[in-house]
């Protein structure tokens, strides 16, 4: 596809597909000719609808220099003491075994225990917390089934419509229970604001107003489904890659300065956010095709990170490539606004990981599963 068909009309989908990195990129970086789908909130079925992500400028911008100031560089380089004091209670557990699944018992909880500290969440509620975010996360699974699948037969489509049934339900409860324990944090930090981050959102003002409580409620659930599973498929990508490359893994022992080299290359390699869909406001060519006002468009970012054309040898994992500039974390004004947070983590949790542990090996025939962003979903390994 990335060869012969770079912008690609898929008739029975009524969809166009980007694969090169110029176009992707491109695409991206013209958020006028290809905004994202935004509907109103009056109209909007679930908050996370009208959260930063769905938002187009100039409401995009306002809203993005209001919750920004909590990510910014000096707030994420604080939490470096808390989240290396997270990664070791975590690997605390596993000193007296030479197993464990890595990505079950450390790259899931991982992530999810700084949001919810970063948050506010109190401890005994996190594992609800974490359910709920689950729920809501799989929800993206929903976009990978294709019913139009000719090869299909009747019996297929009826059992992949009953999953995406019970997704959909899984969801529509999940999002209804975290909004309700959502308003009630609100309502407590409204009466008696916390150094927290729900309680700088509640008092932060947009253009002389504060944000409502469905645009409270569309951050913070934002938050979870932008930043956990994620960061949990990072980690389990950067584990998965160094065992495949393991002369790297020995590099990053005697050269731990290049970690965050390496987290940029996995990033590539293993892209976490497979697509991303925009809408065309106009008429308008892309890569010679025309693309019409209206047509949903979907840039795969996994296939970019891939494209020979920018990244000579890209089935190679090569740490000290030039010039990394990767579509991993999106590009233009959607760019991930947890990405200081999400390398931070990984440099934090794979230095920790080194340090407990001197001979990691995945363990061998494991049939893998992926989870809905296509990260791994367990990853057992021995180590000593
Ligand atoms: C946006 C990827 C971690 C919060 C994005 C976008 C991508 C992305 C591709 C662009 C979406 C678009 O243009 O439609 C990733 C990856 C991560 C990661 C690969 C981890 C490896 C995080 C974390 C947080 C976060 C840890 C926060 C705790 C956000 C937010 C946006 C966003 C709030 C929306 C920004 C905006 O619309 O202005 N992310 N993300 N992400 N991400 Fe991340």
């Not at 012969?4 to 176009?23: C, D, G, L, R, T």
């Not at 509907?39 to 911008?61: C, F, V």
């Not at 009747?154 to 324990?181: C, M, N, S, T």
Request: glycine share 4%; aromatic share 8%; proline share 5%.
């Amino acid at each position: 596809m990335l060869e012969n068909n770079p912008v690609y009309y898929h008739p029975k989908q009524k969809k166009w597909h980007i694969f090169s990195y110029e176009h992707v990129m491109s695409v991206l970086a013209d958020y006028m000719n290809f905004p994202q789908l935004s509907r109103p909130e009056e109209k909007a079925i679930s908050p996370l609808e009208t959260s930063l992500i769905g938002l187009n400028p100039p409401n995009h911008r306002q809203m993005r220099s209001l919750v920004s100031k909590a990510f910014t560089p000096k707030a994420i380089q604080d939490l470096q003491p808390r989240i290396r004091e997270i990664a070791r209670e975590l690997l605390d557990r596993a000193v007296n075994k030479n197993e464990m699944d890595i990505v079950k018992e450390f790259a899931y909880p991982l992530p999810v225990i700084v949001i919810a500290e970063m948050l506010g969440i109190p401890k005994e509620d996190r594992d609800q917390f974490k359910q709920w975010s689950d729920d809501i996360v799989n929800s993206a699974e929903l976009g990978s089934f294709d019913m139009n699948d000719e090869k299909a037969g009747f019996g297929d489509k009826a059992k992949r419509l009953a999953k995406q049934l019970r997704i959909v339900q899984k969801f529509r409860k999940a999002e209804k229970e975290l909004g309700a324990y959502f308003k009630k944090i609100f309502e407590e930090r409204r009466k008696q604001p916390k150094d927290d981050l729900i309680s700088q959102l509640i008092k932060a003002e947009v253009d002389g107003r504060q944000l409502t409580e469905f645009e409270l409620l569309g951050f913070c659930s934002l938050l979870l489904v932008a930043g956990n599973e994620t960061t949990t498929n990072l980690l389990g990508n950067i584990i998965f890659s160094l065992n495949q490359f393991p002369e790297t893994a020995a590099h990053l022992r005697n050269h731990p300065e290049d970690m965050r080299k390496a987290i940029e290359e996995v990033l590539r390699y293993r892209s976490m956010v497979r697509s991303l869909e925009r809408v065309a406001g106009n008429d308008i060519e892309v890569g010679g095709q025309l693309i019409k006002k209206g047509q949903t468009v979907i840039v795969w970012l996994g296939a970019a990170n891939q494209d020979p054309a920018k990244f000579p040898n890209p089935e190679m994992l090569d740490i000290h490539r030039d010039n990394l500039q990767h579509a991993a974390f999106g590009h233009g004004v959607h760019f991930c606004l947890g990405a200081p947070l999400a390398r931070l983590e990984a440099d934090i949790a794979m230095q920790e990981l080194f340090a407990y542990f001197s001979d990691i090996r995945l363990k061998p025939d494991v049939e893998y599963r992926l989870n809905a962003l296509d990260g791994i979903e367990n990853l057992p390994i021995t180590y000593t």
